[in-house]
């Protein structure tokens, strides 16, 4: 196993740990044995290997996991978004750097991890904390009636 192997399955068992992940989906062609020997020790109940992103489930997993062998359309990475799943995180190849960061930006991806060294890179989305809920954008806030015949522009 290389080092940068240990680094990526290291990263992808403390976010199912930390995100509480009991149903899992991973996008790869690889040999993930020893990844699976890991996840065994956490409290998964379902996961899901293959690779090709199949968007005929009708099943919604809790955390859905795109590593770099497989090389991700914008449209593919949409259908992750809007239909699997609401927590994903994708392992992208590391040469295509300046294509894939404008298009996992414009996705509302951030960058969990950069390792130039390993030339490893990983994005993660998470519906939850995409988009907080902010003060003033509810009705009280919008109309002001309070303010009608305060303030004339």
């Known amino acids: 196993m290389t080092n940068k192997d240990k680094i990526i399955y290291s990263f992808i068992n403390n976010i199912i740990e930390d995100e509480k992940a009991s149903n899992i989906n991973l996008l790869t062609k690889k040999d993930i044995s020893k990844l699976l020997k890991r996840i065994e020790k956490t409290n998964i109940k379902s996961l899901s290997v293959t690779p090709l992103i199949d968007d005929k489930v009708n099943t ?8 770099d062998d497989i090389e991700n359309s914008e449209s593919d990475i949409g259908i992750i978004k809007n239909l699997l799943s609401q927590k994903i995180v994708i392992f992208t190849n590391f040469n295509k750097d300046k294509r894939t960061d404008e298009m996992m930006l414009k996705l509302g991806f951030q960058t969990e991890l950069l390792d130039k060294s390993n030339k490893l890179k ?25 303010n009608f015949d305060k303030f004339r522009w």
């Open 122 to 146: 990983c994005f993660s989305y998470n519906l939850k904390t995409y988009n907080n809920k902010r003060s003033w954008n509810n009705p009280k806030g919008w109309a002001n009636p309070e």
């Open 60 to 67: 919604n997993c809790d955390l859905y996991i795109a590593l």
